[in-house]
């Protein structure tokens, strides 16, 4: 009698731990996807922080600088007497360094991946493409200093009238730093494209050249696109290089020979100490800021309409 009491109290005990356990399982089921969720918003909360901080120094700044001086003025005196803060000078040297580093890039970037695409054997492909991408492994003050102590003289002595400190200089090297990225993303794409496409062509008696130009580039547009807007919104952002390399002139020319400027390389200098908390030169840096911000942003949103537009679903 007592051996089947004891049964049945170790059955109800096993009940009622498997019922803890299911409610213990219930309630974590739904603590998961709350927490999830918070995590997933952190990057939402920080864009809304980095957001609301630009926007309430920026308008602090246009109460004291007219929106149209800033946009319109060619020149970028903060430190004289009589201050100016026109934004072009620094708008030109991005976009020159920019435009520079993307024709180093573009077309560098692109045959590398069609060769690793639709050249190189499996082997090959394993061994090129993680040494391609330790590019983007170093450091940018690498390559600031590269730009500065090896780039430079050699363009010196090709270019004569070359300044120490040059837009042209960092523009390449900046080129150079990006191509992994253009190369990388563009591989992918060419890669996805179904092999049934290259082959139908090769059997319609295609050469392997006319396979790359007319089936596979075109087919993987989109994603070759989106690689160039990337990389130019990589170079624009850039800041050390052009900080060592580029000097800090503001020029507002379009001489890529002269020192110039660029929106970051203006940011680093004016955190660097020589503008008091609440002058207008410090307020004008979250102005160059925000302006800096909403260039990328466009360039992402860019990005994401050609992706969108020429994709190809197979």
């Known amino acids: 009698m007592d051996a089947k009491i004891s049964k049945t109290v170790d059955v109800q005990g096993m009940i009622q731990n498997k019922k803890n356990s299911r409610n213990i399982r219930s309630i974590i089921e739904k603590l998961i996807p709350k927490l999830l969720l918070l995590i997933a918003s952190i990057s939402i909360l920080t864009t809304l922080g980095i957001l609301f901080t630009l926007l309430s120094e920026t308008i602090e700044?246009?109460?004291?600088?007219?929106?149209?001086?800033?946009?319109?003025g060619t020149e970028l005196k903060p430190l004289s007497q009589e201050p100016l803060f026109g934004v072009l000078p620094l708008l030109t040297g991005t976009i020159l360094s920019s435009f520079i580093a993307m024709i180093v890039a573009v077309p560098i970037g692109l045959m590398t991946a069609v060769f690793l695409s639709?050249?190189?054997?499996d082997k090959a492909r394993r061994v090129l493409k993680p040494l391609l991408e330790v590019l983007a492994g170093i450091p940018t003050i690498v390559y600031g200093f590269f730009a500065f102590t090896f780039v430079t003289p050699i363009l010196r002595s090709f270019i004569p009238g070359l300044e120490a400190t040059n837009i042209l200089s960092p523009g390449i090297v900046m080129g150079i730093m990006?191509?992994?990225?253009?190369a990388s993303l563009s591989e992918d794409a060419m890669s996805?494209?179904?092999n049934s496409m290259r082959e139908g062509a090769l059997a319609l008696g295609a050469t392997k050249l006319e396979v790359t130009g007319r089936v596979i580039i075109p087919a993987a547009l989109s994603?070759?696109?989106?690689s160039f807007v990337l990389g130019?919104?990589?170079?624009?952002g850039e800041t050390m290089i052009v900080t060592i390399a580029s000097g800090s002139s503001k020029n507002f020319t379009f001489d890529i020979t002269q020192s110039m400027q660029t929106m970051t390389a203006y940011i680093v200098e004016v955190t660097g100490g020589d503008a008091p908390a609440g002058s207008t030169i410090y307020y004008s840096l979250y102005a160059v800021a925000m302006t800096l911000f909403v260039f990328t942003f466009l360039m992402n949103l860019f990005a994401r309409y050609i992706s969108r537009k020429f994709r190809e679903e197979y």
């Open 61 to 72: 700044f246009f109460r004291r600088v007219p929106f149209l001086d800033f946009f319109t």
């Open 118 to 121: 639709e050249y190189a054997s």
């Open 178 to 182: 990006i191509i992994p990225m253009v």
């Open 192 to 194: 996805s494209v179904p």
């Open 223 to 226: 994603g070759i696109i989106a």
């Open 232 to 236: 130019i919104s990589r170079a624009i």
